[in-house]
Structures are given as structure tokens and as C-alpha cells.
């Protein structure tokens, strides 16, 4: 019903031709034939379909809610044994439960790369990056290869989107950047070290640090060097206000030093 009406309202069929239609084919035609106004009402519109403009919030989460650690009498009577605020002691016990979540799903899917990597099969996709004719010549399906490693990789992702989606409590994706997304990831494995699993881990842990904290940095810093100048002068208003960009100078300045001192990474991958 669902494919007989995209059919309908975007193709103008009837619906007896509309249901003679192929699945496959005709949502291959949405896309390819749709012009980008058709595409983008398709997106806006159909709210029971996209949700329309509207983010994807109120997803259920894997933790109690901050409320519901407030209201709780026994939560109260065990944050009054640490002398702490109700609101402090939610908002931390939330986080320490979010930290052994993803760090539990993070130990998991390390242990089953690790396992990966040693296999038969890790080596033969190790032969088929380094030498894709030679492993072609032996044999192997290169193409398929490509996209099994693909699929599992697009796996591995959507668990983290998913955890990081109920983190924050909403999908907004205007809010997904590819500096951030992208760029980052890339940066996260070549300063780790690339074909290495611990070293992407370390690299992430690194690189989230510095992007973290270069924004408060700069700031302390574009204050120290303007502090001889007077409040409301322009040049300390624009650093101050430029400090944001401090980031992007850190991530930059990290990447050129481990590419200088360090080509293969902070924990290089190990030849087999």
C-alpha cells in the first residue's frame, strides 16, 4: 500500500497501473526521477514516512532519567551520604551510567575486531588492502570483500549513532557536521595509527580531549595575551570572540606533529 501510493501521488499513475508497478524498480525511480522540489515535499510532506521537518526526539533511554533519580526517596537518602546536591548527584550517576554503557559496547567491539584481525578472514582482508590484484589472483572475491568490510564498518557506526542519539536525547541532523563527523575520525585513526584497533581507540580518546578542551584554552589563553588592553577594545573583543576557532588550529597542529614524528600512528599496526 505504502509503495502503490508513493506511486500514485509522485508519478501520477492510476492505481491499477500503480500496483502493477515493481517494488524495487519504481522506488529506484523516486529517486532517480524525482526532481529535487518532488524529492524535498516527499521529505517535508510525508511526516508519516520522514517525520517531516521535525527532529526525532523522545527516544527511550538505556539509563534512568536525572527526574527520576530526584524523585526517588532511596536516590535522596544515598546522595545525602556523599553530602552532594540532588542535581549533582543525578546528573553524575546518569553520566558514570552512560560511561560503563558505551564502555562496555566499546570492549565488545573491540574484542570481536581483535578477534577479526587474527582470523583467516582478517588476513585475507589484510592481503586484499595491500594487494588487491595479487589477492584477486588468488582467488578472492575483491568486490565482495569491499562490501562485506563496508556493511560491518556501517554496523559498527550505527551503534554508535544510536548511542550517541540517546545521549543526547534527539536526532537533529543539520546538527551532524562533517568537520566534526567526518574530519575528526579520520584524524582520530591516522594520529592512533591506522590498521591498528587500540590505536583508534587511543586516537579517539586523544582527539576528543583536545577538541573538548582547545575551546576553554583558547579562551584562557586570548585572555592572557589581551589582558594588557582595555575591555572593550577590538582587537581583544575579535580573539576573544575568534577563540572558538582554536579548535580547528589544535587539530591541525596535532596532526602535523604525529605525521612528523610519528608517520604511522601512536601505537603503529603490528606486521603478522
Same mark, same amino acid.
Given at each position: 500500500?505504502?509503495?502503490?501510493?508513493?506511486?500514485?501521488?509522485?508519478?501520477?499513475?492510476?492505481?491499477?497501473? $500503480?500496483?502493477s508497478y515493481d517494488l524495487f524498480g519504481s522506488l529506484g525511480k523516486v529517486g532517480q526521477f524525482l526532481s529535487e522540489d518532488?524529492? !524535498?515535499?516527499?521529505?517535508? !510532506?510525508?511526516?508519516? %514516512? @520522514?517525520r517531516g521537518v521535525k527532529n526525532v526526539t523522545g527516544l527511550p533511554r538505556p539509563v534512568p532519567y536525572e527526574v527520576e533519580l530526584k524523585q526517588s526517596p532511596a536516590f535522596q537518602s544515598w546522595a545525602g551520604n556523599f553530602? /552532594?546536591?540532588i542535581e549533582t548527584a543525578a546528573s553524575i550517576t546518569v553520566k558514570l551510567c552512560y560511561a560503563g554503557l558505551f564502555s562496555v559496547v566499546l570492549l565488545i567491539v573491540l574484542y570481536l575486531s581483535e578477534v577479526a584481525l587474527r582470523s583467516p578472514w582478517g588476513r585475507m582482508m589484510r592481503a586484499i588492502r595491500d594487494n588487491e590484484t595479487a589477492a584477486a589472483a588468488m582467488g578472492k572475491n575483491v568486490t565482495s570483500r569491499h562490501l562485506q568490510v563496508f556493511i560491518l564498518g556501517s554496523a559498527v557506526v550505527g551503534i554508535a549513532g544510536a548511542m550517541l @542519539?540517546?545521549?543526547?536525547?534527539? !536526532?537533529n541532523p543539520p546538527t551532524y557536521q562533517p568537520l566534526r563527523f567526518t574530519f575528526l575520525i579520520w584524524v582520530m585513526v591516522i594520529i592512533g595509527g591506522a590498521g591498528n584497533n587500540w590505536g583508534a581507540v587511543l586516537g579517539g580518546f586523544i582527539i576528543w580531549f583536545f577538541w573538548i578542551e582547545a575551546e576553554p584554552i583558547g579562551?584562557?589563553? /586570548?585572555?592572557?595575551? @589581551?589582558?594588557?588592553?582595555?575591555?572593550?577594545?577590538? &582587537? =581583544?573583543?575579535? &580573539?576573544?570572540?575568534? $577563540?572558538?576557532? /582554536? =579548535? %580547528?588550529? @589544535? /587539530?591541525?597542529?596535532?596532526l602535523l606533529l604525529v605525521l612528523r614524528f610519528a608517520p604511522r600512528g601512536l601505537i603503529p599496526e603490528v606486521k603478522r
Open positions: 500500500h505504502i509503495h502503490a501510493y508513493l506511486v500514485q501521488r509522485y508519478f501520477h499513475a492510476s492505481p491499477e497501473n $500503480a500496483a518532488q524529492s !524535498f515535499s516527499l521529505l517535508k !510532506f510525508e511526516e508519516w %514516512l @520522514t553530602d /552532594m546536591s @542519539t540517546t545521549l543526547d536525547g534527539q !536526532f579562551l584562557w589563553l /586570548m585572555g592572557a595575551l @589581551t589582558s594588557g588592553m582595555a575591555p572593550d577594545h577590538w &582587537l =581583544r573583543l575579535h &580573539l576573544i570572540e575568534s $577563540a572558538a576557532h /582554536m =579548535r %580547528l588550529l @589544535t /587539530m591541525g597542529l596535532v
